[in-house]
């Protein structure tokens, strides 16, 4: 009986406090976790990477969708959190670590200071492009272009990852409770 009471609280409390702003809190997730896949193939290339650097307004997109990313786990954290005091679900502990692991790594400072470093490099490509393209090796503009798409690549790769991992997480919990 006492087990049935506790997933009944646990179930409300998924429900109940995982109630965002703007829906239930593993819509949301789904939502934004979809915007930033769409966005990270575009990310994922020197095209992708010179757009940002030069539209503010796609940068503050982008920025902004990372942020609602950060939101929405920390409030996902936060009912986990509670709801691991009364349930000792290895999803639940899983997902807890995750989090953790992406607020930590791939925190919206580090994903600028990421940014700003890259498109720091594409200018100087871009700047020294006439002298480079006909260059062979990693010093050419296309082995420097190549060399700065593959960094940007496997860290946008990093960061969709935890993001899919973590939705995951929540469709495996939303399932259960």
């Known amino acids: 009986m006492r087990s049935i009471f506790i997933l009944l609280i646990s179930a ?8 965002d702003d703007q829906g239930r809190l593993d819509e ?22 010179l757009f940002v650097c030069g539209n503010q307004e796609y940068r503050t997109k982008i920025i902004g969708l990372l942020n609602d990313i950060h939101h929405l786990d920390s409030v996902l954290y936060d009912v986990l959190l509670k709801l691991s005091r009364t349930n000792s679900d290895k999803e ?7 989090i953790k692991k992406f607020e930590e790594d791939y925190d919206t400072k580090g994903f600028i200071h990421f940014m700003n470093s890259e498109c720091k490099a594409a200018r100087e490509i871009e700047k020294t492009a006439a002298d480079t393209r006909n260059e062979v090796g990693e010093t050419s503009y296309s082995g420097q272009v190549y060399i700065l798409e593959t960094e ?21 919990l939303s399932s259960h409770y």
Do not use: P
């Open 92 to 98: 639940i502990k899983k997902t807890l670590k995750d």
């Open 28 to 49: 949301r997730i789904d939502e934004v976790t979809y915007d930033w896949d769409l966005e990270a193939d575009k990310l994922a290339t020197y095209e992708g990477l």
């Open 152 to 172: 940007l690549f496997k860290y946008v790769k990093h960061v969709t990852q935890r993001v899919d991992k973590i939705r995951l997480h929540v469709h495996h």
């Open 12 to 19: 409300l409390s998924l429900n109940v406090f995982a109630q």
